[in-house]
Each structure stands twice: as C-alpha cells, then as structure tokens.
C-alpha cells in the first residue's frame, strides 16, 4: 500500500489538518466500518467514480450510492463502506470548523452527510479537480494539486473567538466540567454559545467532548497492548467501565474488546463481520 499525507503551508494549515493519498491493490470484496473522527473530510474515489455507503437495517444492510467526490461532515455513528473504495483515493482532513473558509454551508448542517462535491463547487469544477487528479504523474504531485485547489477556495473566515477558546479548552481535558467552565469564561450566554459552536464544529460542545474522549480511547486500544479497560476509561475521563463501554459501542457498534480483534492498518477503519 502507498499512503502520503502532508499538512498543507500557511494559512491553509490553520484549517486542514492533512491532505493525503492512497494506492493499495486490489482486495477481495469487504466492507470495513469508519468510526467517528470529530473531522470533516474532502473524499474523492479516484478508482470509480462512485461512493457506496450502507446502512444497517431490520431487514440487512442496504447500500446508498452517491457521486465519487464527496464531502463528509462530523459524524456521530460509524459508517460502512466498500473496501474497493479505498484502492485508489485521494482526500482532506480538515481541522474543527476547518470547512468554514471553503464552503458555504455551515458545519451543522453538514453533519452525518456525505454532501457530494458537486453540490458544493459545482460539477464543471468537481470534474476537472478528479480528472487533474488522475492524471498526476505522481503522488506528491496529486498532493501538490489537492493543495492548489484549496488556495484557490480559500476565503478568510475563522471561527468566532469564543468556539476557538473552546476548542483548546476542550481538547486539553475533553469532560462535562471543563464545558461548564468554558461557558462560564466566555462572553456569549449558554445558548448562543451552543448555537455558534454547533454551527460551527458541527456537533454541540458536549457531543464534541465525547468524541474527544472515544477516540483518545481508540487510539490506545488501537497500539494493540493488553490493555486494563478498567483503568483505560479512567485515564480517558469515564466515570467507570460500564460507561466507557456504553460510549464506545454508541460511536463504533462495537464493545472495546472487538474493536481490537477487527481492527486495521488505519485507526478509525474496522473489519466489518456480518452474518451469512
């Protein structure tokens, strides 16, 4: 498997966390799930074009298919998706509230959706950024255009300073009381704090914190140590085991343990086992 990845130069890097790619051969059929991350992410399938997502339901899973380019907002749930999506696939992570400079919409409303590209730059652009893409002669060079796209999208907009605070706050001890001293520092009242973080981030402040929290979890459990779960909910900021387990198998489907025996390569990727 090849993966690059890079924090883009200034001022973009204040927004994206990373913009990466991916080559891998092809693999037998298989359907991984995706956790939770906190981050928005740009996804283009640059094997075909096409995204394939699938929903668990009473009567199996059912398969949504949208466009190949796609923007994912902040989830809260774990996603399914094909493994042969992942063979040829380029991408960007953003930082909290990164999207506010690119798109329009606001974070809230982009939340739990795979918001296809088109919809937010239109299909001429979205069309030509896959096809440059796949006509890079190199990786680095893929990179080098993911890059360029952003600096020509770029506009200054910047969380309001109150969500800012907040999210250096909240990812130095992500727990129900540093929420309440945050409120109690800024100079918004409690409910329009909540409102501009949400819009913002994507999640409210709390949501947040909780994503914080499972996957600081996740990527200790993913090292693959013998682990005391016990002692890990602890040091994550759980009040005691049966919550830490409660809150892992809200985000992931998943109890700690089996996250574990499925895990992959990639953190937040889990082999996904079904039932003939």
Known sequence: MLYLHRRPA???DAFV??????????RPHALERVLPSGSAQLIINLAEDQTRMYDSTARGLVCRIAPGSVLSGVSTRYQIIDTAETQHVAGIVFRPGGTLPFVVPPASELSNLDVPLECICGAATTRKLREQLLAAPRPDAALNLLERWLAAAFRERACHPAVTFALQQFHGEPSVARIAAVKNAIG???????????AEIGVTPKRYCRLLRFQRAVKIAHAGTPLDWAQLALECGYFDQAHFIHEFREFSGLTPSAYQAATTSFQNHVTFLQSN
Do not use: H, M
Request: net charge positive.
């Open 17 to 26: 966390e990373a913009i990466w790619f991916c080559r891998s051969e092809p």
């Open 10 to 12: 200034p001022p973009l």
């Open 188 to 198: 918004l009242s409690p409910k329009r704090f909540i409102e501009r973080f949400k």
